[in-house]
């Protein structure tokens, strides 16, 4: 699997291991640090990992990571990286050098089976088939607007907390 930012890339081989290139400014990378690298470049601190799907975004990067035992149908949500929109997940946190679990989803024993990235917001899809947002609300992106007025964020405001899009518990199966 493979998946390009605007000035990164990343790729998932086929024994699970993540490896990144490219421009690291933001920890963007997972390395560690700021640097760039033309070739690619296995994480260090995930390489006893297994990942199972990585999506790259202009600042951010997301991975999914197998939790064993497990089958690989869903795995803990790592993101790394700048968030200074909230897109990591991380509450106020917004340089992350290293693939860092989102706390909300461990706690929860909330396990990830897809996601998707824009360039401030992230989604993420549960093994229970919820849908998750966090980020920018720029446009209404994450589609929360009752949690997210609770919170008295409006519609260009961001949040670094996870939480599901409203209303489609009512839409049924498929």
Known sequence: ????????????????????????SGGRLGHGDNASHSEPKRIESMKNDICLKVECAAWHTTAIVLVPPLTGKGGWLFTFGSGYKGQLGHGN????????????????????????VGLNHTAAITLDN?????????????????????????EDSWTGIPGPIEGLSDWGKG
């Open 1 to 24: 699997y493979i998946s390009c930012g605007m000035n990164h890339s990343a790729v998932i081989t086929r024994e699970g291991g993540l490896l990144t290139w490219g421009e690291g």
């Open 93 to 116: 946190e917004v340089l992350v050098y290293k693939p860092k679990p989102i706390d909300y989803f461990l706690d929860n024993r909330k396990l990830i089976v897809d996601i998707a």
């Open 130 to 154: 919820e849908i998750w947002t966090w980020g920018s609300n720029q446009g209404c992106a994450l589609g929360r607007e009752e949690a997210l007025e609770e919170q008295e964020l409006d």
